[in-house]
Nanobody
């Protein structure tokens, strides 16, 4: 059974930091591109950052220089370090595991990040 479980969300003031974690089970973690996506109220889900099996990273323009994605293959975990948070970063953040060749794609249940003054 595949599970992706996010943690680390919460309330933070503008300019603050949070670190999100995602623990994966039931998949061959090393084979997957891992990603973080977010969905703000009333908006579509959008890409935040991805990291390939070879640790190549990609970021949305809106988070470049503020967010850092990383992975630990030994622990089956992916992280999103978020700094200089803004109110517009408020969203539910979802962990994604994607393996293109095998056509496999999995989602976690999300963790809420709220940035408020």
């Amino acid at each position: 059974q595949v599970q992706l479980v996010e943690s680390g969300g919460g309330l933070v003031q503008p300019g603050g930091s949070l670190r999100l974690s995602c623990t994966a089970s039931g998949i061959n973690f090393r084979m997957y591109t891992m990603g973080w996506y977010r969905q703000a109220p009333g908006k579509q889900r959008e890409l935040v950052a991805t990291i390939t099996s070879g640790s190549n990273t990609n970021y949305a323009d809106s988070v470049k220089g503020r967010f850092t994605i990383s992975r630990d293959n030994a622990k089956n975990m992916v992280y999103l370090q978020m700094r200089s948070l803004k109110p517009e970063d408020t969203a539910v953040y979802y962990c994604n595991a994607h393996w293109e060749l095998a056509k496999r794609d999995y989602w976690g249940g999300g963790t809420l990040v709220t940035v408020f003054s």
